[in-house]
C-alpha cells in the first residue's frame, strides 16, 4: 500500500521533530515490503507569512486535497500574531477539509511522568474526542463601539444539529468498538442554549447505543476529576473550548506537551486528515536541536492507525513505553539529555528489533 503525506513542518521546532516522525515513517517503509510512503514539503508558516504575507498559498488547500494525510509541526513565531498564524493555517485547513474530529490519547506511558500522588499507568488512559469545526471557536460574534465606553463584545458558540450529532455519534462509535464506557463534558447549568442542547442530542443518540454507559459531567467538576479521579475516564466526548482546555490538563497529568498528540480527523475520507502534536513552535527552545519529538512520533503512530496499518501504529505506542522508560535516551524535558535526532535514531533502532 502507497500513502502520500503533505509535510507543513511550520515555525520554531516544527521543523525538528517532523524530521524525526519522518525517520520513523522511512524506517517502517524500509521494513515492510507491502508498505511506502511518498512526502511533499511545503513550507508554510510564519516565516514564509513574513516573507509573502501569506501563511499558506492561496491555492493551499487545492494542493493538499489529494494526499492521504498531512503531517503538520506548529506553527507560531514572535513578531506574527497569534490568531493570524492559527486562524489563516491551522484552522483554515481543519475547517477545510472538515476535519471535525480531534482525537487526543491521554495516556501515562510512565508512573513517573504524572504529578499526580498515587496514579499510575491503570489510573490514566482516556481518549478525549474534541469538537473541532465548531462550538465556540466558530467565529461568531461582533465588536460594537470599539473603544469607546459603551463598547462591548460577543463571541457566540454555534451547535449545530448536524455538528453536534456527528462528533458525539463518532464518539458512542468509538466507545462501542473499543468496549469503554463514554463520558460527557457540557455546561448546561450556564450554557441554557448550547450546553442544554448538548446534552439532550449526547442523550437521544444514546438511545442506539444502549450498550453503551454514559456519565455527564459538567466542565468544572470533570476539570476537577481530571486531576483528582482520572481513572474515571474512558472515552471522552467535549466541545472545542472545553476539549482544548482538559487536553492540556491531560497533558499536564500525563507528562507535558513534549508527549501530547492530536489527530484532525475527516472521517467520511472526502478530505486529507492532519496529524499533528499538541505543542507549539517553542520559540524558547528553537534550533537547539533537544526539542522532545515523542509528542510528534505518537502522532505518526495515529497516521498509522488511520491509514489502516494499526500493527505499525500499535509497535511505534510500544516503542514509545519502552523508550520513556529510559532516561538517558530522552530528551531534557523528561529528566534525560538526549538530542531530538538522538531520540528519533534510538527509537527506530527500538522499533526494528
Ligand atoms: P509551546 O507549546 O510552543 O511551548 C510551551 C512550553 O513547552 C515552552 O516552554 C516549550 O519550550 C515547551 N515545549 C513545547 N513543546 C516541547 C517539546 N516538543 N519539547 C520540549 N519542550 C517543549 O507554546 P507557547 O510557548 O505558548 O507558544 C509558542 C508559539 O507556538 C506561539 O506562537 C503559539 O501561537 C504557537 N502554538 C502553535 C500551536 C500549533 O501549531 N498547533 C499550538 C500551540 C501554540
Ligand atoms: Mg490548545
Known amino acids: 500500500k502507497h500513502f502520500e503525506i503533505a509535510l507543513i513542518p511550520g515555525d520554531g521546532i516544527g521543523p525538528e521533530v517532523v524530521a524525526e516522525g519522518v525517520k520513523i ?5 524500509k521494513a515492510d515490503p507491502n508498505v511506502s510512503f511518498s512526502f511533499r514539503e511545503y513550507p508554510w508558516g510564519c516565516e514564509y507569512y513574513l516573507n509573502t504575507g501569506k501563511m499558506m498559498d492561496d491555492n493551499g488547500l487545492e494542493l493538499l486535497q489529494d494526499v492521504d494525510a498531512i503531517y503538520l509541526g506548529a506553527v507560531g513565531y514572535p513578531g506574527v500574531p497569534d490568531h493570524i498564524s492559527l486562524r489563516e493555517l491551522l484552522i483554515k485547513i481543519r475547517r477545510g477539509f472538515d476535519q471535525y474530529v480531534n482525537l487526543r490519547p491521554i495516556r501515562l506511558l510512565n508512573d513517573s511522568f504524572t504529578p499526580l500522588k498515587g496514579k499510575s499507568q491503570k489510573d490514566i488512559d482516556m481518549l478525549v474526542i474534541r469538537e473541532n469545526s465548531e462550538g ?3 467565529g461568531a460574534g461582533d465588536w460594537l463601539f470599539k473603544g469607546k465606553p459603551e463598547e462591548v463584545v460577543l463571541q457566540t458558540g454555534v451547535f449545530s444539529r448536524k455538528g453536534t450529532e456527528r462528533i458525539i455519534r463518532y464518539a458512542y462509535e468509538e466507545a462501542r468498538k473499543s468496549n469503554k464506557t463514554l463520558t460527557s463534558i457540557s455546561k448546561g447549568n450556564a450554557l441554557q442554549y ?8 449526547f442523550e437521544e443518540v444514546g438511545k442506539e447505543y444502549p450498550d453503551v454507559k454514559t456519565y455527564s459531567y459538567l466542565v468544572d467538576a470533570a476539570s476537577l476529576y481530571f486531576v483528582a479521579q482520572p481513572e474515571r475516564f474512558e472515552v471522552v466526548v467535549t466541545s472545542n473550548l472545553f476539549g482544548d482546555i482538559v487536553t492540556d490538563i491531560g497533558a ?13 480527523i475527516n472521517p467520511d475520507k472526502t478530505y486529507p486528515s492532519m496529524f499533528e502534536p499538541v505543542h507549539g513552535s517553542a520559540p524558547d527552545i528553537a534550533g537547539k536541536g533537544i526539542a522532545n519529538p515523542l509528542a510528534a512520533i505518537w502522532s505518526v503512530s495515529q497516521m498509522l492507525d488511520f491509514f489502516g496499518l494499526e500493527e505499525w501504529g500499535r509497535s511505534v505506542l510500544q516503542t514509545l513505553e519502552t523508550i520513556v ?3 538517558d535516551r530522552l530528551t531534557k524535558d523528561l529528566g534525560g539529555q538526549a538530542t531530538t535526532s538522538e531520540v528519533g535514531d534510538y527509537f527506530v533502532e527500538l522499533l526494528l528489533k
Not at 499536564?252 to 484532525?264: E, H, Q, S
Request: charged share 20%.
Open 194 to 201: 448550547s450546553m442544554v442542547f448538548w446534552d439532550q442530542v
Open 25 to 29: 515513517l522511512k524506517a517502517i517503509e
Open 136 to 138: 465556540e471557536y466558530a
Open 252 to 264: 499536564a497529568i500525563t507528562g507535558g506537551l513534549g508527549l501530547a498528540t492530536g489527530a484532525n
Open 325 to 327: 522508560k529510559q532516561k
